[in-house]
């Protein structure tokens, strides 16, 4: 039932009552941090940037919008994985300018569950770049990649922040990890 409290909390917070952003506070950033756990989970372990950080700078851009509608929880988190995906790629972006080409920020395209786990690494400015081209080509699909992979949400999640069926996201999933391992794997050559 956490998901239906932070759905009443949201709306409540879209409404202006502050006394509920001070309970949703808590239980979002929660939320947040095991998806940003999940996600650096594929990182080295010198990796500076860790979840509580990565959660941190999200929160920040999260709490600064004003007059943003809240749907329900699937919606906030959503949008929540755009902004890790953004901090992500600008902080990728700047140890690149920092070190002229040094050392890159490794993301695997990993999934739990019911698909199976590629095991190559992958740049995530390439990634980026490659999921902006498919974003053009099929912008549902790049939706889907976004939510699941940068903001951990499960099929059903995505499936309903998309008004989609579970199975059209699983076949996009499917499709969309297929064609960036494919841009990526010709980006490496």
Do not use: C
């Not at 939320?31 to 999200?58: C, F, K, S, W």
């Not at 902080?91 to 739990?112: H, I, N």
């Not at 995530?124 to 990649?145: C, I, S, T, W």
Request: hydrophobic share 45%.
């Amino acid at each position: 039932m956490l998901g239906g409290n932070i759905t009443q909390l949201l709306a409540a917070w879209s409404d202006g009552d502050r006394a509920a952003l001070d309970v949703l506070a808590p239980l979002v950033e929660q939320e947040l941090h095991h998806i940003a756990a999940r996600y650096m989970a594929g990182e080295r372990d010198e990796h500076v940037l860790q979840p509580t950080a990565l959660v941190n700078e999200a929160y920040l851009r999260l709490v600064d919008w004003k007059n943003v509608r809240w749907q329900n929880r699937a919606h906030f988190f959503g949008v929540a994985a755009q902004l890790m995906r953004r901090v992500l790629v600008d902080f990728a972006r700047s140890r690149r300018r920092a070190k002229r080409g040094g050392d890159e920020v490794r993301v695997t395209l990993t999934e739990a569950g019911d698909l199976p786990s590629p095991s190559r690494d992958a740049d995530l400015e390439a990634l980026d770049e490659a999921l902006k081209r498919l974003e053009v080509l099929d912008p549902r699909q790049g939706r889907v990649v976004e939510l699941r992979f940068f903001g951990g949400l499960s099929l059903e999640e995505t499936a309903h922040v998309l008004g989609v069926s579970v199975g059209t996201v699983r076949r996009d999933w499917s499709l969309a990890r297929a064609w960036l391992y494919r841009e990526l794997d010709n980006a490496s050559r």
